[in-house]
């Protein structure tokens, strides 16, 4: 059952296709008084709106956020901690500029590494900088013009719907976040980090803006049971898709919960005209092979985590999770200097408010 009530005033769709204009006038951003940047929140913004097409770019927008500059080419965003910096995601950028970005980054703050970035860019960071690519786990990423529910893989997909369907459950697009922060702190205490949210690697709830952000509510009767809050990506001034950053369910219906909110609003995004949904990371997940640019020590680690340590986080759940709606993998990588960078992870864990 779909319940639309989306509002014009965040996109403008012309003649179904997925042209996207995002309205600033009455984006209200806080800011510290003692925050200087080169680009002000709208410059930079454009620059998203033109480049930020990786899963994370939007994410890289969340409060305590630092950014490297420069004028008519782009930004890396990045954190500090204990003298080292850490970049999220992609360059947002130009590709051919991916390599002043990344010099200048380095030699600004040689000690720095990056987290989340695609294969071409880890390649780059290798072949330009002498900094190992080392594989983190993967993005998948479904292509709506081709997405339905049929096939034996999606079974599980359908089993939820119809289970969903019998329970009463309806999904409405709303624009408030009524009783959502509720269900967040209830389902924050069923989480292995139960006192605060995971950051960086995980955009927090509450962000300082709500640029294009689409939020799918799922209700049994009058009682909210999940949500998802979807971010955009974007491409050449244009919306390329979604990304489904932050999801939240009551422990009393937990089961398919997530692939009913899923399915309703990727046929929502179908039917606009959106062209990909990306999934976010599935972390640790590894392929075969191993590249030359890999640390070998380090990608032992994360197989064996990903094999074993699934009490500590349920990385074989996301990625079962995932893999139902049968996208297209692609690898993610850590870039770093040495072989094997112990301190750099424990800073990066720091940053992403693990301990």
């Known amino acids: 059952m779909y319940v639309s009530n989306h509002s014009s005033t965040a996109f403008d769709y012309t003649q179904g296709k997925s042209q996207v204009r995002v309205l600033l006038d009455n984006v209200h951003v806080l800011r510290k008084p003692e925050e200087k940047r080169r680009f002000n929140f709208t410059e930079r913004v454009r620059y998203l709106r033109k480049y930020g097409n990786h899963c994370m770019s939007y994410s890289a927008l969340q409060p305590g956020m630092h950014y490297f500059d420069i004028a008519g080419k782009g930004y890396i965003a990045y954190m500090e901690k204990w003298g080292a910096r850490f970049a999220l995601a992609d360059p947002v950028c130009d590709e051919k500029d991916y390599e002043e970005l990344i010099g200048e980054f380095i030699r600004e703050n040689p000690n720095c590494g990056f987290a989340e970035v695609s294969e071409p860019v880890a390649k780059l960071i290798h072949d330009k900088f002498g900094f190992y690519g080392t594989q983190f786990g993967v993005e ?68 300082d803006h709500d640029l294009g952000t689409r939020k799918f509510f799922a209700y049994q009767g009058d009682d909210l049971i999940g949500f998802i809050y979807f971010d955009p990506l974007f491409e050449n001034d244009s919306l390329l898709g979604y990304v489904p950053n932050i999801s939240r369910f009551s422990q009393s219906f937990r089961q398919g919960i997530f692939y009913t909110i899923m399915a309703h609003a990727m046929e929502v995004f179908k039917s606009e005209g959106v062209p990909e949904i990306h999934l976010g990371l599935s972390p640790l997940v590894t392929g075969e092979g191993d590249k030359h640019y890999e640390s070998p020590i380090v990608k032992k680690i994360i197989r064996l985590l990903y094999e074993y340590g699934n009490k500590i986080y349920n990385f074989k759940g996301i990625y079962f999770t995932k893999s139902r709606f049968r996208g297209t993998d692609y690898p993610t990588y850590c870039c770093h200097k040495s072989i094997m960078p112990a301190k750099k992870f424990l800073t990066m864990f720091k940053i992403a408010n693990v301990f």
Do not use: C, Y
């Open 140 to 207: 998948s990423v479904v292509d709506l013009k081709s997405w339905d529910l049929k096939g034996k893989k999606k079974q599980v997909l359908r089993t939820s719907l119809n289970h969903a369907k019998k329970r009463g459950i309806t999904v409405t697009e709303k624009h408030n976040d009524d009783g959502a922060r509720e269900l967040s702190e209830e389902w924050l205490k069923t989480r292995k980090v139960k006192t605060r949210e995971i950051l960086f690697l995980i955009r927090p709830m509450n962000m």
